[in-house]
């Protein structure tokens, strides 16, 4: 069983749509979760990062962590096109091990 | 602010060949810094990270080595490249305690 596991997609959402993009994971001791967007060929952009079960909001972007039922979830509000990108899931075990998901490639079609 | 700087930006390399690719970082200091590989559909693979100028550790064995001469200096190197070697190689930055990890461009590089 993979650490940290991701639904690859695609998926393909109208413009102004809300989005939600899960992963979960298997160790109870992960502590700090991000959530990364990735344009194509370009580097992961660190988009949000919480370290408490619940809610973290910012602009369009709310970011849910549920420790007890081991799963993390990005919500996109209003998606735009901008918004087409591979989003990457990640937490932290210790200070430098971090794991990731393998992405979800999102599209949003104007 | 901080920015990190990965070069080159793509390379084409043959079989056999050296490699040597650089990072570095400005606007900080001390942080602690990464190198990982992106496979299609695989994820992202931590080769290795630093914590210090000369320390790395290596998280997966294989023909690829890395150095840190300076404090915002990150080199990842080989002597021989393989095929098996060939991805999008990403430079990434923290700065201790703290755990968010920030990321370079990347460089694509293609092993013929």
């Known amino acids: 069983q993979k650490e940290v596991e991701q639904d690859p997609g695609p998926l393909s959402v109208p413009e102004g749509a809300i989005v939600s993009l899960n992963c979960t994971y298997s160790n109870s001791a992960f502590q700090y979760f991000m959530w990364y967007r990735q344009y194509s060929r370009k580097g992961p952009e660190l988009l949000m990062y919480t370290y408490s079960s619940g809610n973290k909001e910012d602009g369009r972007f709310t970011a849910q962590v549920d420790k007890s039922s081991k799963y993390i979830s990005l919500f996109i509000r209003d998606s735009q096109p901008s918004d087409s990108a591979t989003y990457l899931c990640?937490?932290?075990?210790?200070?430098?091990?971090?794991?990731f998901g393998t992405g979800t490639s999102l599209t949003v079609i104007p | 602010s901080q920015t990190i700087h990965q070069w080159p930006a793509t390379l084409v390399q043959p079989v056999g060949s050296p490699l040597s690719l650089e990072c570095t970082v400005e606007g900080t200091s001390n942080p602690n810094l990464y190198w990982y590989r992106q496979a299609a559909g695989r994820g992202l693979q931590l080769l290795f990270y630093?914590?210090?100028?000369?320390?790395i550790s290596s998280e997966v064995p294989q023909n690829l080595s890395a150095s840190r001469p300076q404090d915002r200096q990150f080199i990842l190197s080989s002597k021989k490249l393989l095929l098996s070697d060939s991805g999008f190689y990403l430079c990434a930055w923290k700065n201790p305690p703290t755990y968010e990890q920030y990321f370079g461009p990347g460089t694509r590089l293609t092993v013929t």
């Open positions: 990640a937490m932290i075990l210790t200070g430098n091990q971090f794991y």
């Open positions: 630093s914590v210090g100028i000369g320390q």
